[in-house]
């Protein structure tokens, strides 16, 4: 059974920067599609950032430039590295390990994380 465990998240000031991190367990992910997502209150989890081992890579409009998703292998480990946050970055952040090859979209992702949580102060 595959196990997601994120970490990294906080509160910080707009501008300011955090590195979040997915340990996977249960299997090894080096073929998978691993993407976070990033769910606010009253709002619908969004896709936020995601690649594919055949190297498909993809972010959300609102986070280009200012994120980077990246692996570890070794590590069985998926970072998300944001600067420049704003407020509306705030969310709880998921971490998800897709089943299919390079997807935005939250059906093609079977497991997930219990999230991490953002906070932007402006």
């Known amino acids: 059974q595959v196990r997601l465990v994120e970490s990294g998240g906080g509160l910080v000031q707009a501008g300011g920067s955090l590195r979040l991190s997915c340990v996977a367990s249960g299997r090894t992910f080096s073929r998978d599609t691993m993407g976070w997502f990033r769910q606010s209150p009253g709002k619908e989890r969004e896709f936020v950032a995601g690649?594919?081992?055949?190297?498909?890579?993809y972010y959300a409009d609102s986070v280009k430039g200012r994120f980077t998703i990246s692996r570890d292998n070794d590590k069985n480990t998926v970072i998300l590295q944001m600067k420049g946050l704003k407020p509306e970055d705030t969310a709880v952040y998921y971490c998800?390990?897709?089943?299919?090859?390079?997807?935005?979209?939250?059906?093609?992702?079977?497991?997930w994380g219990q999230g991490t949580q953002v906070t932007v102060s402006s």
């Open positions: 690649f594919s081992w055949s190297g498909w890579i």
């Open positions: 998800a390990r897709g089943i299919h090859g390079g997807s935005s979209r939250r059906i093609d992702y079977a497991d």
